[in-house]
């Protein structure tokens, strides 16, 4: 069974600090990595993907790959109150050629003004 | 920003009765999928749909499940005979196709419709 694991929460950050929403993966092969953010009763909406080892950045958001420890983070910077949501962590499974998503339950974030 | 869309918002249906739950990907999107998430659980696969044809589909997409693209821009899902397990969040999905790896493309979701089952 291919799963993806998050911490759920809730983590509890002041305005201005560094998010850190961490996920892991089973599946070895695991192909390309996505983090989505989920306010309550919403969709969830893309924030970042990452595919290769190491850091991207975009904005106040950095994720990092780590294949060889099948993890994956999330940095938010300067975190503000509207940050807070959950955030979905999903992954492109080995074998998964059309693109089916596995999504972690999810970690929330509450950021305090 | 192109958005996928999703009709109805909310769906109330008596158990047994079919429901069909409508998506209009983004317009040069390729790769349609149907997501779904029962209050409080994770988002679940439900289906891929590529070139008029199911590319994948999870083991939830048993023989109650169908999807159709009926015209150029609507992707739908038909449940034939609804149980209250099938009360849930319904997502749909769209993704490009850039290069050879669909698994690559970021997928982009509509605001899902919420069925409850009576």
């Known amino acids: 069974q291919k799963e993806v694991e998050q911490n759920s929460g809730p983590l509890s950050v002041p305005e201005g600090a560094i998010a850190s929403l961490n996920c892991t993966y089973s599946?070895?092969?695991?192909?390309?990595f996505f983090w989505y953010r989920q306010y309550s009763g919403k969709s969830p909406e893309l924030i970042m993907f990452i595919y290769s080892n190491g850091d991207k950045e975009d904005g106040r958001f950095t994720a990092q790959l780590n294949k060889a420890s099948q993890y994956v983070s999330l940095l938010i910077r300067d975190s503000q109150p509207s940050d807070s949501a959950t955030y979905l962590c999903a992954v492109t499974p080995y074998g998964g050629s059309q693109g089916n998503l596995i999504f972690g339950k999810g970690t929330k974030l509450s950021v305090k003004p | 920003e192109p958005e996928v869309t999703q009709t109805p918002s909310h769906q109330v249906t008596q158990m047994g009765q079919e429901v069909i739950l409508r998506c209009v990907p983004i317009s040069n999107h390729l790769y349609f999928y149907w997501y779904r998430q029962i209050l409080g659980q994770k988002v679940e696969f439900l289906v891929s749909f590529y070139n008029n044809e199911i590319s994948e589909k999870s083991e939830i997409f048993d023989d109650q499940f169908s999807v159709e693209r009926p015209d150029g821009s609507n992707f739908t899902l038909k449940i034939r005979s609804t149980k209250l397990e099938d009360s849930a969040m319904y997502f749909c999905?769209?993704?490009?196709?850039?290069?050879?790896?669909?698994?690559?493309?970021?997928?982009?979701f509509g605001d899902g419709t919420r069925l409850s089952i009576l």
């Open positions: 599946d070895r092969g695991s192909q390309s």
């Open positions: 999905a769209s993704s490009e196709l850039k290069g050879q790896l669909v698994s690559n493309q970021p997928q982009h």
